[in-house]
């Protein structure tokens, strides 16, 4: 069974961390995974950098930009995790924009995510219904996972769609916006978690975008299977670097 | 295509740069081998990929085809098999022609022709030498759709070598033909002259020369054949009577090109305007008051003006269309005026644009105070210290223009931004997009709004020249809004030749370009599937020209469609032939044009038009913007 399913079928309620593959140095990725798992995050979400990522905010965005910079390109990001599996057990999906992906070739990156051992894809400017038409054969034929996003504003016969599409879980914008932009949940956004909640999909909910504290993980899981936390991370790692992984984790759990 | 082989017109003369032949030289790259080359070579949309199926050569295939763009014809390349295999490796392989390049004879051919799927082309090839005798070919020519001819040598082709291609000229037949055997990057030279004659040289078949070892193509090398074939006339035009629409179709797709590659935080706001923006354009009461606006407030019909001193420089008849002459200054209003009326039939109460040079933001400043709407513009950080000028006008004219500091802090962030906010602000604001750019429904929304530029064309020039087509129409293409909007109702005619002009700013080799279709490779930017100058690893570059208006990353998918299909030919013109023009233009006709439309004025020195060729240029915009960019670069 993927590892994505396997997780989501434990008891707990899951933390995910995103962070930009290459950043803040170009190889810290393999210690920020195995510190991540050692601490207790149940999955990790690696950011494939993009020169061009629409749907993030100024930090994402910085730290992608940096890690560009710093030389990560999909080659090197496939090189560094080529032996990921033998000290790292939970599931790791890559987030990432689709043009990149199209320059390496989809089957190809399929395919070497496949041997690396990745578990799923986040691809937010790959479209729902253009992934079911022309991709979902690829990404199966390699047991990867395609996550899609709703949204407040997704229509109910959409996320029914998206349902039936998808076979992991749902990743819930917690909010109409770009990541990293929100403080805190209002009564509309618990309103709306409680409007998903009670559409008893087949997917379990995780949801991200405005994640950033105890206070705001424990908000958004008492309604979803859990939560994604990544701009605070990410700001996390420029003032401390990798060293206080452990500190930021348990402020959290 | 295939189905007139009997009456070719391909006799007629073709002379180099004559206008008769547009489209340039078709290209073959043979010999594939390697997925990830496979689709490296692919981007460069060459028209014939060949795969070898013959396993004595070093370049035998036996592998998966990765997906390709669908303008691709996969050419499998046999030698002396049997009729079985090859029908079955077709199928395998959904090939779209086999190369036979055995000694197989008519009947062989005809044999094969009769069981293969008449879609399928056949192409025959033959190796010449010295002695070779034409008259051999004449029982093939009912038999097969092109002759192929190669170097005389050790092995059934790839031998490297040329032959002596003066033979050609003893080629007594129409059939047209490709040309291979050791051609390299020197033997262009010689491919050109021979284009130039009334031989039916079809395309050319590269393989050795652009290795890195065998099966292993040299991108680069390739990409420069490919920039070079284009340049180059042939007949193909002629022959290759294509059927296909070079509109839209309803899943918002120009060929292979558009779509919607957008965010889920977007897909209501897109949605929402797909669902209604045919519905509202075609209402009375919008129409009514789109063209009043057009003629009230805009200044329309624009006048198609006849060039006098310069047709007569260029002895042929050359048409002006003068959107320099519409409110703000270029054609941009008329898609601000559209834009704003669709928005406000939506509700929406609160407005954005991106903009590069000011131009675009500058007229949606305007449509925003004339309804009194809400209006915020990005630009990015560093344009907005360029344009000093513009950022004033929209200031004056009420809106706030926000600075893009994220990556290149130019025309693709302030892009960017923009998105981010109508992401950010899903339900009350609406985003007017300046080009044929972005998400369907955009480019044929944008398309739709400037294509009265050439519905004025057809009705002016029936009353100038007694016809509605003219032979020619040229426009400038950044995005390309203008030149949608200029060749919009001819795109179905394909007596009217298009040629598209991009900036090459410093040289479309120098590292310093804005010249899409050469240097550009298939990707997704800003949610449109399209042509886009980017890294080997997909991230998007930025692209330089003079002209601040030129300056975008990618074109709008009609326009890559039409580069991909040839239906365009597309040109590059330099900074400095652009800036000359800018003086040329002013001193003879006493137009002032902007720096984006002088790119589309220097096709006249790089074309030949007969004495009763019209032609029509698309004079997008008026000069004053550029002031300060002229002073500096000419001293004034």
Known sequence: ???????????????????????????????????????????????????????????????????????????????????????????????????????????????????????????????????????????EKYGLKNIFLITPQTSVERINFIDSVSDGFIYMVSSASVTGSQTGFGSAQEEYFKRIADMNLKNPQVIGFGINNKETFNQATQYA??????????????????GKIEEFVQAIR | MKKNTDNQDTSAPSHSGSPETLGGLGIKICGMKYPDNIIEVGTLLPDYMGFIFWEKSARYFDGVIPDLPKSIKKVGVFVNESIEVILAKAQKYNMQAIQLHGHESVEFCQELRDNLNSSIEI???????????????????????????????????GNGTTFDWKVLEKYPSSKPFFLSGGIGIEEMEA????????????AIDVNSKFEIEPGLKNIELCRNIRRDALQYVSTDNKIKNKIMSYNVNEKGYYGEFGGAFIPEMLYPNVEELRQNYLKITAEPEFQAEFDSLLKEYAGRPTPLYFAKRLSKEYNTKIYLKREDLCHTGAHKINNTIGQILLANRLGKKRIIAETGAGQHGVATATVCALMGLECIVYMGEIDIKRQAPNVARMKMLGAEVRPAMSGSKTLKDATNEAIRDWINNPVDTYYIIGSVVGPHPYPDMVARFQS????????????????????YVIACVGGGSNAAGTYYHFLEDEDVKIIAVEAAGLGVNSGESAATSALGKVGVIHGSKTLLMQTTDGQITEPYSISAGLDYPGVGPMHANLFATKRAQFISITDDQAMQWGIKLSKMEGLIPAIESAHAFAVLDEMKFKPEDVVVINLSGRGDKDLSTYIDYFKL
């Not at chain 1, 299977?225 to 990798?242: D, P, R």
């Open chain 1, 1 to 139: 069974m993927n590892r994505i399913n396997q997780k989501l079928k434990e008891t707990k309620k899951i933390l995910s961390i995103y962070f930009s593959a290459g950043y803040p140095n170009l190889n810290d990725t393999i210690q920020i995974i195995q510190d991540l798992e050692k601490n207790g995050v149940d999955m990790i979400e690696i950011g494939l950098p993009f020169s061009d990522p629409l749907a993030d905010g100024p930090t994402i965005q910085a730290s992608s930009t940096q890690a560009l910079n710093n030389g990560m390109t999909t080659q090197v990001l496939f090189d560094q995790l080529k032996d990921i599996r033998k000290t790292v057990s939970i599931p790791l999906v890559i987030m990432g924009y689709f043009n990149p992906m199209l320059q390496y070739g989809i089957e190809n990156f399929c395919q070497k995510c496949a041997e690396i051992g990745i578990d799923g894809l986040i691809i937010p400017d790959l479209p729902v219904d253009v992934y079911a038409d022309e991709y979902k054969t690829t990404f």
């Open chain 2, 123 to 157: 192409i025959k090839v033959f190796s010449v030498d010295d002695a070779f005798d034409f008259e051999v070919l004449k029982p093939f020519e009912t038999v097969c759709d092109y002759f192929l001819f190669d170097t005389k040598g050790k092995l059934p082709g």
């Open chain 2, 452 to 471: 009265v530029i050439s519905k004025e064309i057809k009705e002016q020039l029936l009353e100038k020249e007694g016809r509605e087509n003219p032979d």
């Open chain 1, 225 to 242: 299977k859990g939560a994604i936390i990544g701009s605070a991370f990410i700001q996390h790692l420029t003032e401390n670097g990798t």
């Open chain 2, 191 to 202: 491919v050109k002259e021979i284009a130039k004659t009334n031989l039916p040289l079809y």
